[in-house]
């Protein structure tokens, strides 16, 4: 009868969702033979290079079934990245089915169960689908085992298909209209739609991408926003085809856009439900959860002269990106800048990116950090994660750090050497189970400072690419936390302290040396660089004094040369930055904030 | 910024535009000649030389001479001069016109004591002839050991040549194997006692020190010998690892092993303590003389911002004022240029006042004289001294400067003046 379907592509990294996508745009005759491109849901140059999506992006296809009847599918590509389960959180709550892509060279993977866990969450009907089944090393039987044994699902109802070459798509077109249920209409209830996504146009303001659930939207209406009770008049509605194209009217059950004079994204909430202001809805959805950021880092222009710039592209990406924070800071070694929130260390990598490829920056980033709760002795609790913040230790009755569970996969083989991995990053409570076909899925409660850096290689590293990596927030748990202070000279350089778990603070400290050792050219005198905690020095090396810098020759062709290098000197020490009487040029500040602080 | 080259004419039209037309205080200027010959090239040797037949050293005076004919006219403020191949000169005032006297004349290179003789009577003809030479001028030449014959210290003396410079580098064998020289310490040691005996104003040796494998009593060896020779002038340099050289190369590959920083230091100190004991004054940090009168008067000008005029490959020139320019590198190119009736520079600078300053800075404080505070002032307008005046009480606990309250000077010790590189960039040299 009703002949909408909305449903989402969830899969692990890679399975093949955007190829997916194209292949039933291309079939249901979104685009023309001339106009088609390959991953073309995957609108940004960073997204195609790197093969991922960061953006949910929806399009309406129109599909012509076997029983002659034409369909409207509103399909919704989602991030595949655990960075962005709130992404997909959110498409999925503007769906009645799910097509869960599984890779036949693969198997289920640990992002595959978490995107099933969300899906079944919301109630959805999931399809399993295999993709890659063209692939030589393509091993149905073994992915079927997997679907039925390790997801739970039947599968019978699996649809092999090659995404790539264009085998089994017309089953799973039919399969989508016989298998996945119509979304319940009602035009005549009070409207209620909810705000999956939004972005940021410059031509037309803020876009709305909607699900309505019941009665409709036309341009002329007055809407409401729940959240926070503001009333706009709407000016578009329309379909998101490849292009974005005007509708009459969005009604109940189907998927769209709305324009409504809203001016920027911080006036909407993702989540929220949209109502008539006449005639508000008495059910909106609960309200949406925002992502919380849970990776910190510093950003800093490399010249003080872009500090102007970096802020405005910061708020240029934060127009499309809701879940970036930031605020100002300030580092007496590398000037004015800003503490960012990410939720995750890709979230990081693609923002940083995305500010050196859009906006032409160069930036110092400082080493990622948490956010860290600590007790006084007053009962006052304060979350910190600048380690300028953090208060007198004497008056600290606990401190606490964020937690989260972690979830691998991987052939059993590598159970040693990840067990190993997990232990040196504090991991506890660590469980496995016993998967088909000689594969393992291990559960740590790991701390998530210890996971931030480089984890996620590193796994990959021993386990030779076959380990999948998922985790989720869990809570925070009792730390002993310390923070270490690096001096030169006897004076503290505020910019390279650090907040670390008391075990590892040892090592941190000396490493922190080490760079600066490296790093600090010679002067006139001795250099102690230490670390140390209070006032106990954990960690101490020494760079010994210059004794001879002159040059031998000091004839006709070398006055210019000498003073070529003066003049350079000089600059470097504008670069600089003075402590005591020690000069610690700004590579050194670098090398110690970049460096991968487990490697020694 | 490059000297204006236009399209190959006669004419020259290529001289440096200097800023004013008076040179600045009674800095006398020298002549400098690039000889880029050598039997060998040493594998330490950045300069511009390579090996060359008689005939190619005819070839290099005739286009010497042009070059020295060009300036010659030049300087005297010629409209038109006419040089062997027909060069024309172009009036522009530079500050050259009002030079009264050159007192220095010095060949140096490559292997300067490689010319004929004829061909170093040619030379210093078109100097003499081109230039007024002040009566007491110092005429130097460097020599290699080999080159010192009696025959020759004769016929250099008649030339005018008053002061040797001999290149021993070391009266160790096995140092001497290692850099490549041609000489043995006992051909050193001969040619250095002829020299002496040969009535020269000043003899000077050039010695090097630092050499992977030469060990401190090896070197203070080599010193006791040079001293004990009783040459009026000794210059240490510590060996340089020069890019492009083999000894570079070979360094990249781990074949040449440098001595350590703290070694070279070592070395250093043990050079200037010796000396000095040995009654020889370091008046800058690889010049020692024994009376005040040995020191090096041509390079004296290269430290204080005098003018000087080179000729040859390579050649560096100065204004005395702010104008710097360079001959092209090599011996082709720079030949070509003057066929082609221009003058072979290769690139000019004009420096700003502060680049003057920092150079004057760097420059003093490797010399024993050290900064003159009120010559800063009376130059630049730069009151260095209270620009500075945190930085030089600690330079002063450090034990690297002397300040000479009286004198209103910035003396470097020992120590000073082995880092003196470092301190030249810790003096602040603007208000801004």
């Known amino acids: ?600 | 910024m490059s000297a204006p080259s236009g399209h190959p004419t006669k004419r020259l039209t290529n001289f440096p535009q200097t800023t004013s037309s008076t040179i600045l205080s009674s800095r006398t200027p020298g002549l400098y000649v690039h000889v880029p010959f050598c039997s060998r090239v040493c594998p330490y040797c950045d300069f511009a030389v390579q090996t060359g037949g008689t005939e190619k050293q005819s070839a290099y005076v005739d286009s010497l001479v042009q070059e020295i004919r060009s300036w010659g006219a030049q300087v005297r403020g010629q409209g038109r001069a006419l040089g062997a191949s027909g060069i024309e000169t172009r009036q522009s005032v530079p500050a050259w016109s009002c030079v009264e006297l050159f007192d220095s004349v010095y060949l140096g290179g490559g292997t300067p004591s490689s010319l004929t003789l004829d061909a170093l009577e040619t030379v210093f003809a078109a100097l003499s002839e081109a230039f007024r030479l002040a009566a007491d001028r110092t005429v130097t030449l460097e020599a290699n050991p080999e080159d010192v014959t009696k025959v020759n210290l004769a016929a250099w003396r008649d030339l005018g040549i008053n002061r040797l410079s001999l290149g021993v580098q070391s009266f160790d064998n096995d140092a001497l194997c290692l850099l490549g020289r041609k000489h043995t310490s006992a051909d050193a040691i001969s040619a250095v006692r002829a020299a002496l005996a040969a009535a020269f104003d000043v003899v000077s040796i050039d010695l090097i020190y630092s050499v992977p494998g030469q060990s401190a009593d090896s070197w203070l060896l080599t010193l006791e010998q040079a001293v004990g020779l009783e040459p009026h002038h000794i210059s240490c340099y510590e060996l340089t690892v020069h890019e492009a050289t083999p000894f570079f190369d070979a360094r990249e590959h781990g074949q040449f092993v440098e001595v350590d920083e703290d070694t070279k230091a070592d070395f250093f100190f043990a050079t200037h303590r010796f000396l000095a004991e040995a009654g020889y004054f370091a008046y800058e940090v690889s010049n020692f003389a024994r009376e005040p009168e040995n020191r090096s008067h041509h390079n004296q000008k290269y430290w204080d911002h005098s003018p000087y005029l080179g000729f040859g490959p390579s050649a560096h020139s100065f204004d005395g004022e702010g104008v710097r320019w360079w001959n092209r590198r090599r011996l082709n190119d720079w030949a070509d240029v003057l066929d082609e009736g221009r003058l072979p520079i290769a690139d000019t600078e004009f420096l700003t006042c502060e680049q003057l300053v920092l150079e004057e800075v760097a420059l003093k404080l490797r010399t024993a004289a050290g900064i003159d505070f009120e010559g800063i002032e009376r130059r630049f307008g730069v009151e260095l001294e209270s620009l500075n005046v945190e930085v030089i009480k600690q330079l002063r606990r450090s034990g690297l400067v002397e300040a000479d309250a009286a004198a209103k000077r910035l003396v470097p010790t020992l120590e000073g003046l082995a880092v003196a590189d470092t301190l030249a960039a810790s003096l602040e040299i603007t208000s801004g």
Request: proline share 4%; glycine share 6%.
């Open chain 1, 1 to 600: 009868m009703n002949k909408i379907r909305n449903f989402c592509v969830i899969a692990h990294i890679d399975h093949g969702k955007s190829t997916l996508a194209d292949r039933l745009i291309q079939l249901c005759g979104g685009v023309s033979d001339r106009e088609f491109q390959d991953q073309l849901l995957d609108t940004m140059d960073l997204e195609r290079e790197r093969g991922i999506t960061i953006k949910s992006n929806t399009i309406t296809l129109a599909y012509e079934a076997e029983d002659g009847e034409t369909y409207t599918f509103n399909l919704i590509d989602t991030p595949g990245h655990v960075d962005f389960a709130h992404e997909v959180r959110r498409s999925l709550m503007s769906c009645e089915g799910a097509l869960l892509l599984v890779d036949a060279t693969q198997g289920v993977e640990a992002q595959t169960l978490a995107n099933v866990y969300l899906a079944l969450e919301q109630e959805l009907e999931i399809l399993p689908v295999i993709n890659k089944i063209d692939m030589e090393a393509a091993d149905v039987d073994r992915v079927l085992e997997e679907i039925d044994e390790e997801l739970g699902l039947d599968p019978f109802e699996a649809i092999p298909v090659s995404a790539k070459v264009g085998e089994g798509i017309e089953e799973l077109l039919e399969a989508i209209v016989k298998k996945l249920p119509a979304p319940k209409v009602d035009l005549e209830a009070p409207l209620k739609a909810l705000v999956f996504d939004a972005e940021y146009n410059a031509y037309r303001g803020v876009v709305l991408f909607v699900r309505v659930v019941d009665g409709s939207i036309s341009p002329g209406q007055t809407i409401r926003l729940m959240h926070n009770g503001a009333e706009y008049e709407v000016e578009e509605v329309g379909l998101l085809q490849l292009q974005q194209v005007k509708q009459k009217q969005l009604g109940s059950g189907s998927v769209g856009y709305v324009i409504a004079g809203i001016r920027t994204i911080d006036d909407i909430d993702i989540g929220d439900t949209i109502t008539d202001a006449t005639n508000p809805t008495t059910d909106p959805f609960a309200g949406y959860v925002e992502a919380k950021p849970v990776v910190f880092s510093s950003i800093f222009p490399v010249s003080n002269d872009d500090y102007e710039d970096l802020s405005r592209a910061l708020d240029k990406l934060k127009l499309n990106d809701a879940a970036l924070t930031f605020q100002k800071d300030a580092s007496s070694a590398l000037g004015f800048g800003f503490r960012c929130g990410f939720l995750g260390m890709l979230h990081l990598d693609v923002v940083q990116e995305r500010l050196s490829r859009e906006f032409d920056l160069s930036l110092l980033l400082t080493a990622p950090s948490v956010e860290f709760r600590v007790t006084t002795a007053d009962r006052q609790t304060h979350i910190i994660e600048n380690p300028s913040e953090y208060p007198d230790p004497a008056m600290i009755e606990l401190a606490e750090e964020p937690y989260i569970k972690g979830s691998i996969l991987m052939p059993d083989r590598y159970v040693g050497t990840v067990m190993e991995l997990l232990r040196e990053k504090r991991g506890a409570d660590i469980k496995f189970n016993y998967l088909a076909a000689g594969r393992i899925d291990m559960t740590a409660d790991l701390p998530l400072a210890e996971v931030l850096f480089d984890f996620y290689d590193r796994l990959k590293t021993i386990t030779q690419g076959y380990g999948s990596f998922d985790y989720e927030l869990l809570d925070y748990r009792p730390t002993d936390l310390a923070k270490v202070d690096i001096m030169v000279n006897g004076e503290k350089v505020d910019a390279l302290a650090m907040l670390v778990h008391r075990d590892k603070s040892r090592a941190r400290a000396l490493h922190a040396c080490k760079q600066l050792e490296r790093t600090i050219p010679k002067q006139n005198f001795k250099i102690a660089i230490q670390g140390a905690i209070g006032r106990d020095i954990i960690a101490r090396r020494t760079i010994s004094a210059h004794r001879k810098d002159v040059t031998a020759k000091c004839y006709g062709g070398d006055v210019t040369r000498k003073r070529k290098l003066l003049e350079k000197q000089k600059e470097g020490k504008k670069r600089a930055r003075a402590f005591g009487n020690v000069e610690v040029p700004q590579e050194a500040f670098l090398a110690v904030l970049r460096a991968d602080p487990d490697e020694s």
